[in-house]
């Protein structure tokens, strides 16, 4: 394999995208355009591997992935109106307080659409539970944060699961 000529696993393992989010990339969003072989498999070249960075560098500041190829393709200045994390932490405490389970959903599922699961943990699940937990009344709430990501990480988890009939499986 030439250096400029990687398959999706190794595009993977170097730059930490799962597959299924570099398929999503380009299906959804049209972010990337990686050549195919004769049997339809994907081989990504350097090119590729410089843009999946700079995609990676966007998200990490906070720009949601609807955006990101206008930004990459010179289409536009990127939309950052104050801290994206905030706000979006400022909704899920709004859901959480109400004790609103469908709009936590709905938010949580906008969240994953737009940026990768452990962007959303560590920017809006993580701040959200320290600031719950500092909180008196936070409690009950911090609670139904916790149950609600268990419950939405576990079934991932699972889904991601070689064997699902492993055991192993179900100690998350």
Aim: hydrophobic content about 40%; some cysteine.
């Amino acid at each position: 394999m030439a250096s400029n000529d990687y398959s999706i696993q190794a595009i993977s393992e170097r730059t930490g995208v799962l597959p299924v989010t570099l398929r999503a990339w380009e299906r959804r969003y049209g972010l990337i355009r990686p050549a195919r072989t004769a049997r339809g498999h994907r081989r990504y070249s350097d090119e590729d591997l410089d843009r999946i960075r700079r995609v990676l560098g966007w998200l990490e500041r906070g720009l949601p992935i609807s955006q990101v190829r206008a930004v990459l393709d010179g289409e536009g200045g990127p939309v950052l109106a104050g801290d994206p994390w905030r706000s979006a932490v400022e909704e899920a405490l709004a859901a959480l307080e109400a004790r609103n389970l469908p709009r936590l959903e709905q938010w949580f599922q906008r969240q994953v659409a737009d940026y990768a699961l452990d962007k959303v943990l560590t920017h809006c699940c993580d701040p959200l539970r320290e600031h719950l937990r500092a909180r008196p009344d936070g409690t009950a709430a911090r609670s139904l944060l916790d149950s609600f990501l268990r419950q939405k990480l576990g079934g991932r988890a699972l889904a991601l699961a070689p064997g699902r009939a492993d055991p192993a499986w179900l100690v998350l």
